[in-house]
């Protein structure tokens, strides 16, 4: 999977694809994809960290992330392109089917 920094048309019009199908809207904040999610307890919210946990594990790329609550919040860059990738999109993709 590519590395590569994507420029920001390339960033439009993945977002675009991805915020498609998501039940709340993913954004770019501070370079990062960005998104908050909001669940019905703590345990949901734990338990959701840990099934994105396994497969940013395996696909060895790490959110920037927080949790206070039933509240997760993700943040989603590649550290050695400086910048958002396809790898991004990709994990940000499959944190999304893992909220539901």
């Given at each position: 999977?590519?590395?590569?920094?994507?420029?920001?048309e390339?960033?439009?019009?993945?977002?675009?694809?991805?915020?498609?199908?998501?039940?709340?809207?993913?954004s770019?904040a501070?370079?990062?994809?960005?998104?908050?999610?909001?669940?019905?307890?703590?345990?949901?919210?734990?338990?959701?960290?840990?099934?994105?946990?396994?497969?940013?594990?395996?696909?060895?790329?790490?959110?920037?992330?927080?949790?206070?609550?039933?509240?997760?919040?993700?943040?989603?860059?590649?550290?050695?392109?400086d910048?958002?990738t396809?790898?991004?999109?990709?994990?940000?993709?499959?944190?999304?089917a893992?909220?539901?």
């Amino acid at each position: 999977m590519s590395r590569a920094k994507l420029d920001s048309e390339a960033i439009a019009r993945a977002l675009s694809e991805l915020n498609a199908s998501a039940a709340a809207p993913w954004s770019v904040a501070e370079g990062k994809l960005h998104k908050a999610f909001q669940f019905k307890d703590f345990v949901d919210a734990f338990g959701f960290m840990s099934r994105v946990a396994l497969v940013a594990e395996s696909m060895d790329h790490h959110p920037e992330w927080s949790n206070v609550y039933s509240r997760v919040v993700v943040d989603l860059s590649t550290h050695d392109a400086d910048g958002i990738t396809v790898l991004d999109f990709t994990l940000a993709s499959r944190i999304e089917a893992l909220s539901g």
